[in-house]
């Protein structure tokens, strides 16, 4: 094993960063996964499911690339790749389809190229990373606006008309968020978007597989609009990886073209594109999944409830204790005893707001949900006491 040779202090400053998190109790790190599921975002226990696996095999059989070489626009463009988008974009009722390598990317694609210098972003406050993180890379005006209060998405769009703002507003949300497991008003951020000529980019991905028809999704009324882009994440209830933009063909078009995340990245690989098409079968052929899978969401919220608890009405839960030791001593308290919970803490989620975030999916049955409600109700009456 090599030695470390650090005479001139080239990682002092990282060192510097890495105690000043132990210190406030933020230092992360990588553990292996045991217990039950309760964390997961595998909601329909696709990743591990014996129909993927096949599709998977058979694609090899047939000669489908593990990597796809080059970025689209060389070598990369494979079969697979055109056949998931055509038929994503049939799944869900749109113009057109695109397959980015990860939710992450596509997000900050679509925020970083779309928005044009003269228009304006706003961005709920507690949108996914990836959307802020393309609204850092944008030329468009940044604003940000009170989780889902769509009045204030349209004072921001209305103070930035006044200031003489010319372009058009694109308002960037969740169909169901990440940490709370709520929905977003879409209904009325499209007519608020509808009356300033502006575009909504809705981010499903705790949403696609989970509600909708045929598991299309929250957002699946307004699928095919001009103004509107539904972006369905592929490696939660899908079970595989990469995410798919579904949107009119001209702005697929314009993202080929202008979207650098798109144009200099190697391809997704091939049987990726694979096993997302399975997927979407699987969604077609399998509502039962989704059957299941809510009425034990229906079971935890039943159960949270007993407990005095907020309920979400979704598969993601958060359970709020505010402090973020006893959040995590919660957390590991709960491992210990079995169950896979995690704490999620500051800068996640606003200080004092740390939670544990549970989630429920298919890799786990009622009987289980039914001891960790019991678990959980022990460990919360020991924080009070």
């Not at 372009?167 to 960037?172: E, K, L």
């Not at 951020?189 to 499903?204: I, K, P, S």
């Not at 509107?228 to 079970?239: M, P």
């Not at 995340?261 to 997704?268: C, M, N, R, V």
């Amino acid at each position: 094993m090599l030695q470390r040779n650090d005479s001139a202090g080239h990682l002092t400053r990282y060192e510097t960063s890495l105690r000043r998190l132990a210190r406030r109790g933020r230092l992360r790190g990588l553990s292996q996964t045991s217990g039950v599921d309760f964390s997961s975002n595998d909601y329909l226990g696709l990743a591990n499911d014996p129909r993927l696996a096949g599709a998977l095999n058979a694609a090899v059989e047939r000669g489908v690339p593990i990597g796809a070489g080059g970025s689209r626009l060389l070598r990369g463009n494979d079969p697979e790749h055109e056949m998931l988008e055509e038929e994503a974009a049939r799944f869900f009722g749109a113009e057109a389809a695109l397959y980015f390598g990860s939710g992450f990317m596509a997000n900050y694609a679509l925020l970083a190229c779309l928005p044009q210098k003269t228009d304006l972003v706003i961005l709920d406050a507690l949108v996914h990373a990836s959307s802020r993180d393309g609204a850092g890379a944008t030329r468009a005006t940044v604003a940000t606006a009170k989780h889902n209060d769509a009045q204030s998405f349209e004072d921001a769009i209305i103070a930035w008309r006044n200031a003489g703002g010319q372009g058009r507003p694109w308002i960037a949300v969740e169909s169901l968020y990440s940490m709370d497991g709520d929905r977003a008003p879409l209904a009325d951020l499209l007519e608020v978007a509808d009356r300033h000529d502006g575009f909504v980019l809705v981010d499903e991905a705790h949403a696609t597989g989970v509600f909708g028809e045929n598991g299309r999704g929250v957002a699946a009324d307004y699928e095919g609009r001009d103004n509107v882009i539904i972006l369905h994440t592929c490696g939660k209830a899908l079970g595989a990886s990469g995410a798919l933009v579904c949107l009119s063909k001209v702005l697929a078009d314009y993202l080929v073209n202008r979207s650098r995340p798109f144009i200099f990245a190697t391809a997704p690989s091939p049987l990726m594109a694979t096993a997302v098409r399975e997927s979407l079968r699987i969604l077609h052929d399998e509502p039962e999944r989704r059957t299941r899978l809510l009425a034990m969401v229906s079971q935890l919220a039943e159960g949270l409830a007993g407990l005095g608890l907020e309920v979400s009405g979704s598969q993601i839960q958060p359970v709020i204790i505010g402090n973020a030791d006893a959040t995590m001593n919660c957390a590991g308290a709960l491992q210990a005893r079995g169950f896979d919970i995690r704490g999620i803490r500051p800068p996640t989620v606003p200080e004092g707001t740390s939670r544990l975030r549970i989630s429920i999916t298919l890799n786990t049955d009622q009987t289980s949900v039914a001891a960790m409600l019991s678990a959980l109700g022990e460990e919360l009456d020991g924080l009070r006491q």
